[in-house]
């Protein structure tokens, strides 16, 4: 059996991020909009509530390690990979779009189609001259649909699987 690396598969022509060391630990939430009304109240006295939506899935994956340490390089230019994924919009061609999208996958599994939502690293290991070449990541990540066609182009009549791929809920339901 061959050891597979976790992904984040770029789906829209970006750049793909191979994790080094796979991540020890997938954190999946999902939420549920709700409202209140404050005047209104159930026949026992309750507020009554309203459910609105569920949220998309967010994933975070903590303590991913990136390690150059036996190369002698740093490890900036791999921290690179996930720093661009949040500094999309920084002016020039960038600016004003939409933050890059991946697939997150691990072998088989496709987990969540998403984008990098929030970002931290530090760096923890230095070799004498102070080039940086351990380096610690925490990745939120938050799920994003298909595109929707644009009007004019028609609607597509998709396959099963890809009906299924789309599917906010299709990760976690076997």
Known sequence: MTLQ??????????????????PNQLD???????????????TEGENKTSFKHPNPYSLKISNILLDTYESGRSVLDHVG????????SQGGQGKDKR??????TWG??????CFVKTLSFKLTLFLPDGTPVR????LSLEQVDSPTPRP???TTNPSQSL????????????
């Open 28 to 42: 999946f939430s999902r939420s549920i909009d709700i409202e209140q009304a404050q005047g209104a109240r159930t």
């Open 81 to 88: 990979k996930f720093t661009k994924a949040v500094e999309f």
């Open 135 to 138: 380096a610690v990541l925490d």
């Open 163 to 174: 009906r299924e791929a789309s599917d906010r809920s299709t990760f976690l339901s076997r």
């Open 5 to 22: 690396k976790a992904k984040l598969i770029a789906v829209d022509g970006g750049e793909n991020i191979e994790f080094m060391f796979n």
């Open 152 to 154: 004019g182009q028609g």
């Open 108 to 113: 088989k599994e496709r987990y969540l189609r």
């Open 99 to 104: 933050p890059p999208i991946y697939l997150f």
